[in-house]
């Protein structure tokens, strides 16, 4: 076991820890391991995740394309479509489902794809992530296109601290529930707390297992 190992199963343990103190029973961490080399990938695979997000298009290809990996591989960032051609076979969940053209491109290129479908709550600009009012009528065109689509992911806000997140992971919550899917994949490091509290089954954490990012530009291929 490399010393990596080691430092991200202990701070796996410690984010394990506040969840289960924000009353957490049934959630899953994925460890958001963008920009960070392949090493991070196994290290939290070894800790005991199954499967690691990630953002950036050109990335996936370069980190993945020629590995044999036996976990799983979510995108996590916004998506082009003219991109999914190269993470077909690769990317396992796609996260980031916010628009029609979309829906299209992936039906035509991965037939049967697990799908999140994200909406936007209160993420503010650049964070992706269709009107919830309109999420419904995307994940029905998704499955009627042949897509698995799991549940709802969202992004919190960035500025105004944890508690400015709450109202809008609620709303998606209630989205969530109302439309019968399983997953709600919100909550990265600094607002999980809140997340699990207003009922995430998975947060996306990424420094508090591997601390201070490098550029992305460094890994980006």
């Known amino acids: ?5 080691v430092q991200v199963a202990e701070r796996l343990a410690v984010v394990r820890d506040r969840i289960q103190r924000a009353g957490g029973t049934d959630v899953t961490v994925l460890p958001v391991t963008k920009t960070f080399g392949i090493d991070a990938c196994w290290a939290a695979v070894h800790a005991g ?17 020629a590995l044999e990996h036996s976990f ?5 960032g916004q998506l082009q479509t003219n991109k999914v051609r190269l993470l077909a076979p ?10 029609q053209s979309l829906i299209r491109e992936l039906a035509h290129r991965v037939p049967g794809a697990a799908v999140l479908v994200q909406g936007a ?3 503010g600009p650049g964070k992706g992530g269709c009107l919830l ?9 998704a499955q009627e296109a042949g897509l698995s689509v799991r549940g709802l992911m969202t992004v919190g806000p960035t ?13 998606v919550r209630q989205l969530l529930d109302r439309l019968g899917l399983a997953v709600c994949s919100m909550g990265m490091t ?12 998975q947060v996306r954490v990424g420094s508090a297992l591997f601390g201070q990012r490098p550029p992305a530009r460094a890994l980006v291929r």
């Open 121 to 123: 709550a209160l993420a």
């Open 90 to 99: 690769i990317v396992t969940v796609y996260e980031t489902v916010d628009r």
């Open 49 to 65: 995740c199954t499967a690691v997000g990630e953002n950036y298009a050109q990335e996936v290809v370069g980190k993945f394309a």
């Open 159 to 171: 500025t105004g601290g944890p508690e400015a997140a709450r109202a809008g992971f609620r709303a």
């Open 72 to 76: 799983g591989v979510h995108f996590i």
């Open 133 to 141: 009012d309109d999420a419904p009528a995307l994940v029905a065109a």
């Open 190 to 201: 600094d607002d999980l707390e809140v997340a699990v509290q207003e009922g995430s089954t």
């Open 1 to 5: 076991m490399s010393a990596l190992d």
